[in-house]
Nanobody, 124 residues
Framework: QVQLVESGGGLVQAGGSLRLSCAASGVTFSSFAMAWFRQDPGKEREIVAI????????YYADSVKGRFTISGDNAKNIVELQMNSLKPEDTAVYYC?????????????????WGQGTQVTVSS
């Protein structure tokens, strides 16, 4: 049974940093791609970053490229998202997700497993 639990959200001023963590159980990193999505109320859930450890694949949305870094720890089964130079427009609920699909799945519907989400609020 796959379970994803996020932590690390909070309130930060613009320009600050936060580190999100996703503890994954029932997931073999060699068989899954792991991703972070975010969602504002009334908007669609959008991809932030993807990591596929088996092929060393990384993907970042243009809006976060150069500011966010996704990483994975196979031994601890943890995926993290380091967020630097945060902007008010980064405010959203951030979700960890997992999929068995190959390639670089960008759509939320392509992910089978989701965490409960963690709120990130960036004040101006």
């Amino acid at each position: 049974q796959v379970q994803l639990v996020e932590s690390g959200g909070g309130l930060v001023q613009a320009g600050g940093s936060l580190r999100l963590s996703c503890a994954a159980s029932g997931v073999t990193f060699s068989s899954f791609a792991m991703a972070w999505f975010r969602q504002d109320p009334g908007k669609e859930r959008e991809i932030v970053a993807i990591i596929r450890r088996s092929t060393s694949t990384l993907y970042y949305a243009d809006s976060v490229k150069g500011r966010f870094t996704i990483s994975g720890d196979n031994a601890k089964n943890i995926v993290e998202l380091q967020m630097n130079s945060l902007k008010p427009e980064d405010t959203a609920v951030y979700y960890c997700a997992a999929t068995r699909l190959w390639g670089t799945p960008l759509a939320a519907r392509e992910y089978d497993y989701w965490g409960q989400g963690t709120q990130v609020t960036v004040s101006s």
